[in-house]
């Protein structure tokens, strides 16, 4: 499948998990996404689904108790805070909760798969009209994997000194030089660009495989998946 | 008429530090040209001059003139440069743009308006000639340090351009690759501007010789002349630069032990397999091989940074590593607490360390304002400064200038001489070493781990 389809059907499944108010719908999207990211190598997609997993997990627990449903089976009554209100856990809120997170989870997934599976090279290369603008998100993306790196190796670096990293303050530590290394990266590519020629009028094109009759359909299938989405699931 | 003309080139970065003072020289059509000096001396940054990246890229006050093909790089931007000159900087990983290797080599071809039918048989016949071809639909994340500075080469050739810029380009290949990489630029037939810290391959490569110092250019001679020269005033820069090692000490206790060592990365084939190594005080013992053979995962499996999946570790007292990446080395505000770390603030053994690196003078400097040798010495001085009784040091050379390589080479002996041991991994065989253990990248001349040892010297 060409990456520009593909990446055009993940964002659609993405669209309808956060349209979609039924509960088993958005958990069978999540699932199809999960499925769809567990085809990258183990290594690379660990990071991803922590993440995105996580996320959904968090919004899960936390948002019954900032956010008070009148309706459904209280199953626990607890004390009023002052400014949030009274705690409480009911079903709707429950449900909800399980929805959001489920709504998240699923957008982070087909985030992951985007940055797991596809050829960012061909999607930049297609979008003919905003090459400058794909380039930038192909170059985002990478940045996750290139942050997981710069951490393991400044990590590294201060065991290999005998300084143990204890807790999330040693962890939070390694947060400034990885910004600014971030930021040095961010220079120094940019000038390798420069020096090949990057921003010179009249650039041509490699020529890459047309799409063929199935990515004309997976087009058809993510329009339809996103109205799907707004309408019935 | 010349393909490049610098003349009364001066050069101060926007912090104010002079970089290039008074410069002049012409490139000829064809000429090799070898840009030695120290590190920090200025080398990059004519380079970046030669390119227009300097001033263009970088700011900082420029006077006199660089002219390109005709094109005077005040004028004329970088971007319109590219395809007449083609740089290949210091880290590849940071210049890489694409996500595939094919795509990553018509990248530039791309942005010089290279007709579309052209494109993919220059950017195969680049890759060959690199000897990348069977790299062309990997993904440029999964690649090694080695593979991707031949990837980088070959988006420079396939430009076919006429000035070729190469920033220390070997700096993570292992001798026989750095051999072939160079064998390649020769072939290429574009004017080459070659800075390069192996000295002796690139005065074999060759023509003619810069040598760069404080900014100033020293140095403008054919090869020969500059050898004479070379052995007058810089004589770490034409050999026998190495100090010859000490008799090893009778038989000092043993500090590492390791027995049947193997390990793999994740799911794939071991790096490592069926290693026995002893290694005692008084000892420096390097690990020798190709790319890919081990080297790096088996002093990190002797400092404690990694377990291994098989076989036994044991250690007598602290064993500290030295990453070859000195990116890793930048985690404090100035170099002097960057150093204080393995120390626990320690700020006056930090400073003596700092002081035998020759960064006396960088105590309140940010250790990212530090040139990329800079940081190598930076990185030796925050390791060392805890004084382990083990220091493992991952390609402690990279980078440094042959001055420095000797200075380390003492520092070494001296080190050993204390009662601690060293254990190096290297490609570069001009360090001091009581024994040389040679390891084989697993499935091809022998079984992983096979190794012949030597006493040196």
Redo the contacts between chains.
């Keep these: 499948m060409s990456p520009g389809p593909a990446a055009a059907l993940l964002a659609a499944v993405g669209a309808a998990a956060l349209m979609a108010d039924r509960l088993a719908a958005v958990a069978a999207l999540a699932v199809v996404l999960l499925v769809v990211c567990l085809r990258a190598p183990a290594q690379r997609r660990a990071v991803y689904l922590f993440g995105a997993i996580s996320t959904g997990i968090g919004v899960f627990v936390l948002s019954p108790f900032l956010w008070s449903s009148p309706e459904g089976t209280v199953l626990w009554a607890g004390p009023t805070i002052p400014v949030v209100g009274p705690l409480d856990l009911t079903t709707d809120e429950l449900y909800e909760a399980g929805l959001n997170g489920l709504r998240l989870t699923a957008l982070g997934l087909a985030f992951s798969a985007y940055a797991l599976l596809l050829d960012h090279d061909r999607l930049v290369a297609a979008a003919g009209f905003a090459r400058r603008s794909a380039l930038a998100v192909a170059l985002a993306t990478r940045l996750v994997p290139s942050l997981e790196r710069d951490a393991a190796g400044l990590s590294e670096s201060v065991r290999g000194r005998g300084v143990a990293l204890k807790g999330a303050r040693g962890y939070a530590a390694l947060l400034s030089p990885l910004v600014a290394g971030s930021l040095e990266r961010a220079t120094t590519l940019a000038e390798a660009m420069e020096a090949r020629g990057f921003g010179r009028s009249a650039s041509t094109r490699a020529p890459r495989v047309r799409w063929t009759t199935r990515d004309h359909l997976v087009l058809v299938v993510a329009a339809a998946l996103i109205v799907a989405g707004a309408l019935w699931l | 008429m010349a393909l490049a003309a610098v003349s009364g080139l001066s050069f101060s970065y926007p912090s104010g530090r002079p970089a290039l003072q008074d410069i002049s020289f012409e490139l000829e059509p064809g000429e090799v040209v070898a840009l030695l000096g120290p590190s920090g001396s200025g080398k990059s940054t004519l380079l970046r001059a030669l ?1 227009g ?1 300097v001033p ?2 970088h700011g900082g006050c420029f006077s006199g003139r660089v002219v390109v093909a005709g094109r005077d790089t005040r004028t004329v ?4 440069l ?2 007449t ?3 290949v ?1 210091q ?1 590849p990983e ?2 890489v ?4 290797v094919g ?1 990553e080599v ?12 052209q ?2 048989p220059r ?1 195969e016949r680049a890759l060959d000639v690199v000897g990348a071809g069977h790299l062309r639909s990997r993904r440029t ?1 999964e690649l090694s340090g080695g593979e991707l500075q031949r990837v980088c080469l070959a ?1 420079a050739l396939a ?1 076919e351009p006429e000035l070729l810029l190469l920033d220390e380009p070997t700096s993570q290949l292992d001798s026989e690759a750095a051999d072939r990489f160079l064998e390649t630029v020769e072939r290429s037939g574009a004017t080459i501007v070659l800075s390069e810290q192996r000295v002796g391959r690139a005065l074999e490569l060759a023509t003619r010789v810069l040598f760069v110092e404080q900014g100033r250019l020293l140095l403008d001679a054919p090869v020969a002349a500059g050898r004479e020269w070379l052995a007058a005033e810089r004589s770490a820069y034409v050999g026998a630069c190495v100090p010859r090692t000490q008799a090893l000490p009778a038989s000092g206790e043993r500090v590492l032990r390791l027995h049947g060592i193997a390990f793999a ?3 794939a084939d071991p790096v490592v397999d069926g290693v026995d190594l002893d290694i005692r005080r008084g000892e420096i013992v390097a690990l020798a091989g190709p790319n890919g053979s081990g080297k790096t995962t088996l002093g ?1 499996i002797a ?1 404690g ?1 990694l377990e291994p999946d098989r076989g036994s570790v044991a250690r007598s007292g ?1 064993a ?4 070859q ?1 000195p ?5 404090r505000e100035t170099a002097l607490e960057e150093v204080a ?2 120390v626990a603030g320690d700020l006056q053994r930090a400073q003596a360390a700092l002081e035998r690196v020759g960064l006396g003078w960088a105590f309140g400097h940010h250790p ?1 304002d530090l040139s990329s040798g800079e940081r190598e010495r930076l ?1 030796l001085a ?2 060392e400064v ?1 004084e ?1 009784d083990l220091l ?1 040091l991952d390609e402690p050379t990279r980078g440094l200038d042959p001055d420095r390589k000797r200075e380390l080479s003492a520092r070494l002996l001296e080190y050993a001489a204390s009662g601690r041991a060293v254990l190096l991994a290297t490609h570069d065989p001009g360090l001091p070493a009581h024994r040389r253990i040679e390891l084989c990248v697993p499935g091809t001349q022998a079984p992983a781990g096979a190794r012949e040892v030597r006493v040196a010297v």
């Excluded at chain 2, 931007?77 to 319109?80: G, V």
């Excluded at chain 2, 018509?106 to 039918?117: D, K, R, S, Y």
């Excluded at chain 2, 500290?320 to 990453?323: E, P, T």
């Design positions: 390119s990246l263009h890229f931007r970088p971007a319109e590219a395809g000159v083609a740089s900087f880290d940071d210049q743009v694409m996500t595939v795509n018509a990248f530039g071809l791309e942005n010089l308006g290279t007709p579309p039918a494109i993919w950017v994340v988006s430009l990365y994740g799911d990190k400092s940074l602290r500290f590593y030295l990453s990446d990116g890793r080395y930048l985690m770390l393995a990212r990185a925050a390791v805890g382990p493992v």
